[in-house]
């Protein structure tokens, strides 16, 4: 059994206890909070289920004990320094860290990766939505100013996304003011974006959500090779899902002595699924 | 640059030629017919384009050169026992062998364990076609009484297909006898079949094929989460271009030590992408 921790409860960390408790080859090694002590902690791997910008702080705490981490860390432009950042200490301890394990980034970096390596020619449009980003609502939570916020990404074509924030403002702010600190926050930095103020959020606040990748492309100089892959999940759920996926994938990376710090796409699709090698071929190949 | 040679010049073959040529790593190191002598290949990793049941011997004699192999092996009852036999040959001389590197298996089998990590529970139907199966063709064609054959594969629903066989006989042959011989043929033993008698089975030629695989399932006990891969495709040209990322991938394993025989589910898909590591994670996780 693959003693399996959690640290952070909220939305992914409530959900990654449902999950690790339906995985027959995982027990749950205890739930910690955000500033509890991790001094004692027993576990073969554990799901770092804070908000994105803590991440580091805690994996770096527990590769230096040899603990597996998986994360969800979702700053697409900060994954290679963040996975750079933890090879090391992962490496020194014989432990493995799984970076940006969700589903973007995380599985739909993989369906990106498969899609290239099919049509190695083309283009890849990823349209998420609508749907609450979850990273990005915390993001809007934590600005100065912002009581409570929900932020909504909505697809606009070809990749292209607007974001919709609604926002409860701290009594006294200035909407103008606060807007400015959410426009100048590297989240919010790329997307056209609305910031609106709500009396509650509560009516924005959604767990469902969902992606269209398309790519069309060109294999073996035969151009209009149409690829698409399309989800409709709910966020936390599937987030956990996967971040439990990967602490197995962890497990067998470490136990073949791959130890450091790696993505979704460098982890053979095998050693995510609970089946032994000839049930996976027998089943999935 | 990755030297690679072709062996087998049918569609898949020569489908190869063009990716490997589009390829900016890798440089065409021969193509080989079917009886032509192996002795003097010089070759970095072979793509064995040959039908499927004559894939073993020659791979068999490219491993004991040290020779990495890639082959669209696609009886799918078959794919274990074909990885197994192949493993201790490529251990033995520090190669590897990458099986069944195809769509279906192959890519598609990614894309089933990927679902599958995301969704324990559940249930995933692929859905092929319509479309012309290449192995059903050459299987057909290969029936004694058989002057020219096309195979067709028609989804009926939930992962279920019928097998349209559109034949030309020899002279003198009878179609009862003729149809019993492919029934009773293992590749056309697990579907519904029509066999039906042609004067020409040219219109029924077709390289454009697809697949939808559906799943639904449940995410951390949360159940309804619904997920699609689709394509439309060119089936000699994908099939070519995939064996040819594959080609990438087995020299990357081979560089790392990963020597034996895999199906594309071992793969770090990182390895299929002419990408270095950090391109590849900013451009695709």
Redesign the interface.
Known sequence: MIKVAILGYGNIGK??E??I???SDMELAGIYHHNDSLENIQADVVLVCTPTREIRHYANQLLAKGICTIDSFDI??E??SH?QALKPIAMQHGAVSIV?AG?D?G?D??????M??????GQTYTNFGPGRSMGHTVAAKAIQGVKDAVSITIPIGEGKHQRDVYIQLEEGEDLQTVQQRIISDDYFAHDPINVIAVDSVLPFDTHNHGVLIQREG?????S???????????N???T???M??CARAAIRMKASQQYGAF????????Y???LDE?Q???T??
Chains 1, 2 share one sequence.
């Open positions: 959900a990654a449902q999950a408790q339906k995985a697409h432009t994954i290679y996975m940006s589903w980034p599985t970096s993989i369906m990106r990766t498969i290239l390596a099919m049509t190695p020619e060109v294999a073996s100089g035969i209009d090779q149409q690829l698409s892959f399309a989800m409709t999940i709910n936390p759920a599937l956990a899902q996967i439990v996926s993505t979704t796409i460098h982890i053979p699709p095998i995510f699924v609970p000839e996976a071929i027998k999935l190949v």
